[in-house]
Every structure is written in C-alpha cells, then in structure tokens.
C-alpha cells in the first residue's frame, strides 16, 4: 500500500489466497485453450471440407496419410488468410463487372495455389489436381459450400 506522497507504508500488503491465485492464472489459462481450440476446430473443419471435396470432385486426389491431409488444410488455412485477401483485391474491377461471380475464379485460384504447393513438385504431402481448373473450380465451390454448412452447426466463439 502506498502513503502520502507514494512512499510504501508500514502496513502489509494484501495477500492473495492460494484460490484466488489459482483462479487468476486459470483465467488466463482458459483464454489460450479457447484460442488453441478454435484453432483446432477451424483446421479441422478445412480439412472436413477439403475431405468432402477430395471425395466428390473426381479431379482432386489425396494420396498420404492423415497428418499430411492436416498439414494440407493448415496451408488451405494460411492461403485463405494471406493469399486470398491479395487476389480478391487486385481482381475487385473483375468482381464489380461480374456482380460477384469472379470470386469463385478466385477460390479455385487459391485452391490451385494449395494444389501446387502440397503436389509432388514443392512439399509432396499428396495433393493433386488434373488438368488446371475445372477440377479446382468445383473443388473450391464444394469447399465454400461444406464450409457453410459446418459454419452453420458450430457456435460463434469470439
């Protein structure tokens, strides 16, 4: 406790109990699993997604073992957080002109990007494509659509 002018005084300072300490870290403790377990749920729900698209679309082909697949959904995970944001910006004339539509194009462009990167030639986690769009066009438009439903059956955690 501090006196007059801010000098400490003689008094003892208040001490936490052993609870309230416990309590205090738990708290702080709780904010990081809710972080890490968002993070797991919206890894898992990619890679749900990219699953049902992998199953669907006859293009795409998975071909490794399950942590491979996780290792695809984190970097669907990171193209739609920094390269998506890039496409959509520089193509914002195509979506205006288009009312919309050109944002499927930049989906399966960004699932393209997520093909090449896992596919045989950089990372081989497994990932493959034929031919260059009509696989990942529809591939990405079943992706949005799993993504919107999953959207749907969990709760907001903000």
Sequence with gaps: MRGLGGWPTTEKMPRRTWLQSLLAGASRNAIGRVARMKFVVILLSTAASLGVAVWLVGGLEFSGVWWEFLIVAAIMGLANAFARPVITFFSIPF?????????????????????????????????????????????????????WIIGLALPDVD
């Design 95 to 147: 979506i205006i002109v288009t009312l919309g539509l050109f944002l499927l194009i930049v989906n399966a462009l960004v699932l393209q990007l997520v093909v090449w990167l896992s596919g045989p030639s950089v990372l081989d986690l497994g990932l493959t494509s034929t031919g260059f769009f009509w696989a990942t066009f529809w591939g990405s438009v079943v992706i949005s659509v799993v993504g």
